[in-house]
């Protein structure tokens, strides 16, 4: 009697062609949806940005916007809102430390995913993906930028004026040097990409000089302590009416050293083609408005939120022209602070450094 002859189980494909899923980078998406959905992002989330970067070429433009649809998107996580609105994750303390902590590790996860190309189930962060092998942006770079909001995160708080400049540099300085890669500024050219840090570090200070009354009321605080105790100020009375005065001169103070930034990242500017000139130019109108009008305000500064109207940021854009066509003087002072210093401080303080990847090419 024959033995019966065994069966091997069979696979449901061949062998042969079982492969990786082949990376590429956007996570499969056609670049014209990715430019259309990042598109959406900045005119639903930011006004000024969005009409600074009309004046950019359009493959610069696109790729601003990619970059922004990633930022935007990253802050919304972070936060657990949707393009800055409410939180969709109430809970307690507790359990939001801990979400927080989660939330950030996603970030990590999907930015370093969307850099080796693979599909991240979400089109912010395929978006990256894609600016990212277009414009030579890194994983260390991504991580300068995910750091600051891993402090917003854990609830950090400046106690010194070189923490709050170090905070800057996580959450604008280091989009600001990723937006010179945009434009095509070399990696090695250390000087415009030091003059990008200054000009991201000028929009954020103007930024927390605006929402000081509206950080407060969610429990942030970016004036460093040391400030507020040299003021007087007591613990969670910063926004109280007695203390007013005090604020106003703490916020001078910072709007003094956006100033400083501002000034050499003008300087600096001229060295770009003349519309990325242009552009960088009326941003600055646009956001130094912003730090300009509280100053103007004093005390009444956080009556009402200041913003600026469609024609105001018309009339910026085309000061900005005539601006773009002179070239600047340079500053008599220059800020203490500077991107190189920051950096080294970032490592210091334990900003993680990258995991080595394998680089992803373009087909």
């Known amino acids: 009697m024959s033995?019966?002859?065994?069966?091997?189980?069979?696979?449901?494909?061949?062998?042969?062609?079982?492969?990786?899923?082949p990376r590429r980078a956007g996570g499969g998406w056609h670049r014209e949806a990715l430019v259309e959905r990042a598109r959406e992002s900045i005119?639903?989330?930011s006004h000024s940005f969005a009409a600074a970067s009309m004046l950019f070429d359009r493959a610069t433009r696109e790729r601003a916007w990619l970059l922004y649809a990633w930022c935007r998107r990253c802050d919304d996580i972070a936060d657990g809102q949707d393009h800055g609105g409410a939180s969709v994750e109430p809970g307690t303390e507790e359990a939001n430390a801990a979400n927080a902590t989660d939330r950030i590790e996603a970030i990590r996860i999907l930015t370093r995913r969307a850099l080796e190309g693979h599909p991240t189930a979400d089109i912010a962060f395929d978006a990256f993906g894609q600016v990212a092998m277009e414009a030579g942006l890194t994983l260390g770079q991504a991580e300068d930028v995910i750091a600051g909001f891993e402090l917003d995160a854990r609830g950090w708080r400046p106690r010194s004026e070189a923490d709050l400049m170090l905070y800057c540099y996580h959450v604008a300085g280091a989009v600001g040097v990723m937006i010179a890669r945009v434009m095509g500024v070399s990696a090695d050219d250390h000087d415009l990409l030091d003059r990008a840090c200054d000009m991201g570090l000028a929009f954020q200070l103007s930024n927390i000089a605006r929402d000081l009354a509206q950080d407060d009321a969610a429990?942030?605080?970016?004036?460093?302590?040391?400030?507020?105790?040299?003021?007087?100020?007591?613990?969670?009375q910063l926004m109280k009416p007695h203390h007013r005065q005090e604020v106003v001169t703490l916020v001078n103070r910072l709007l003094d050293i956006a100033d400083r930034h501002e000034a050499v990242a003008r300087y600096g500017a001229a060295r770009l083609h003349f519309r990325h000139r242009w552009a960088v130019l009326a941003a600055?109108?646009?956001y130094g408005a912003i730090g300009r009008e509280v100053r103007r305000r004093g005390a009444a500064a956080w009556d009402h939120r200041v913003q600026t109207t469609r024609f105001e940021k018309l009339g910026h854009i085309r000061r900005a022209f005539f601006e773009a066509l002179r070239k600047p003087e340079e500053p008599e002072e220059w800020p203490q602070h500077t991107r190189g210093t920051l950096m080294i401080r970032a490592r210091m303080e334990g900003a993680p450094a990258p995991m080595p990847m394998t680089p992803l090419r373009e087909d």
């Open 219 to 236: 429990g942030r605080r970016y004036l460093p302590l040391e400030w507020t105790v040299e003021q007087d100020i007591e613990p969670g």
């Open 43 to 45: 005119a639903e989330g």
């Open 3 to 21: 033995r019966p002859r065994r069966i091997r189980p069979r696979l449901l494909a061949p062998s042969r062609i079982m492969r990786d899923t």
């Open 284 to 286: 600055a109108n646009i």
